[in-house]
């Protein structure tokens, strides 16, 4: 095929709470393929409204430090790891194969592709990598948006160590909370849906919960306990607010886990670990998509949760479209962000369409 001649964009932060549709100046439009590469035309992106609004917002710790890939530790600097501007966040993509190399055999154009390369119109990959990725036969291209967030939910339902029969409550209902869920459920667990949004409950009541609680109502804790007799046998805290976790380890009962699944800003005090954390024995277990549990990483990696969700998205054992609920084209990304900051309570999933349709 002939090689595009449209300009590349990409979404920039330009500065904090400033985000815009740019040209993208790694050309991945027009660059040369290797004869084993592959270039996509993303169709579809989605906003994090977790991880990706902390560079959004400016809260995010690489933006005040550098983080050290040897000792694996933040450190003060007067050079962080990122900088204004940032082009190209973004872990939510699915695209067209519009052009492959020489050398390429696995994969042809017109094949979809999910994965992750950032808000941008273009994307360059090799054979193997698209082969490993192309969208399962009869799914909307749209759900492979959801091939990361989807991944991060799986890896956090994997160190629950969820079994057959147990209540399992999760903290927080936005996108990773409501796919956490619907895999607690289609791993045998019984599902408390725990949110302050009452439309997002209802989605989570819709997709398999079997209890619901508002955190507005109070007394969260407690109505689990009530629930279950003895405490959630896990929690699952993907909000990302330290006063969800702390109700989380009031919630789980003597002896057992809490998964810390979300990402965390500034401090946390909220906790208050000389009470029920100390006399409840409880585990807090950090969940994040960079590694997988050590009992499972001799079988499971980052590429086999994102095959594996979406093969379950294929079978229908897990809805992903039903969380989208706000579709932008890719010139309005500015107004896509301001909402996700300044309504969030109005949001469940949001999608930049780069192909051109209307907002």
């Not at 980052?302 to 479209?321: H, N, Y």
Request: contains cysteine.
């Amino acid at each position: 095929m002939s090689i595009a001649t449209n300009n590349a964009t990409v979404v920039r932060f330009t500065e904090a709470l400033s985000a815009e549709l740019v040209t993208d100046p790694d050309d991945r439009a027009n660059r040369a393929l290797e004869p084993d590469q592959v270039r996509l035309e993303t169709l579809y992106s989605g906003i994090s409204a977790g991880t990706e609004l902390t560079a959004y917002r400016g809260s995010n710790p690489y933006l005040t430090k550098h983080w050290n890939e040897d000792t694996r530790l933040f450190e003060p600097a007067s050079a962080p790891s990122f900088q204004y501007p940032i082009d190209g966040w973004g872990y939510e993509e699915v695209g067209r194969i519009v052009e492959v190399g020489s050398a390429v055999t696995k994969v042809s154009a017109g094949d979809v592709v999910y994965g992750a390369w950032g808000h941008r119109s273009h994307h360059i990959g090799t054979e193997a990598w698209a082969a490993d990725r192309v969208l399962p036969e009869g799914l909307d291209p749209i759900v492979g948006i959801f091939s990361q967030i989807g991944a991060i939910a799986l890896n956090g339902v994997l160190d629950a160590d969820v079994h057959v029969g147990e209540d399992v409550a999760v903290f927080g209902q936005g996108v990773p909370g409501l796919l956490c869920g619907q895999l607690v459920t289609a791993n045998g667990g019984d599902l408390i849906a725990v949110d302050a949004i009452a439309r997002r409950l209802e989605l989570a009541t819709e997709l398999g919960a079997r209890h619901a609680l508002n955190v507005t109502d109070g007394e969260v804790a407690e109505r689990i306990k009530q629930i279950t007799g003895s405490g959630a046998d896990v929690s699952i805290e993907i909000s990302g607010f330290a006063g969800a976790l702390q109700e989380a380890i009031r919630a789980t009962a003597y002896n057992s886990r809490v998964i810390a699944a979300g990402f965390f800003q500034g401090g946390a005090d909220a906790l208050l670990l000389g009470e029920e954390f100390h006399h409840n024995r409880i585990s807090v277990i950090c969940s994040q998509i960079s590694g997988v549990s050590r009992a499972l990483d001799h079988r499971w990696s980052e590429l086999r949760l994102a095959q594996t969700f979406m093969r379950l998205c294929a079978e229908g054992r897990v809805k992903a479209e039903p969380l989208v609920s706000h579709r932008f084209a890719a010139e309005q990304a500015g107004e896509a962000f301001t909402l996700l900051h300044e309504q969030p309570a109005e949001c469940v999933q949001v999608v930049l369409d780069f192909t051109g349709g209307a907002a």
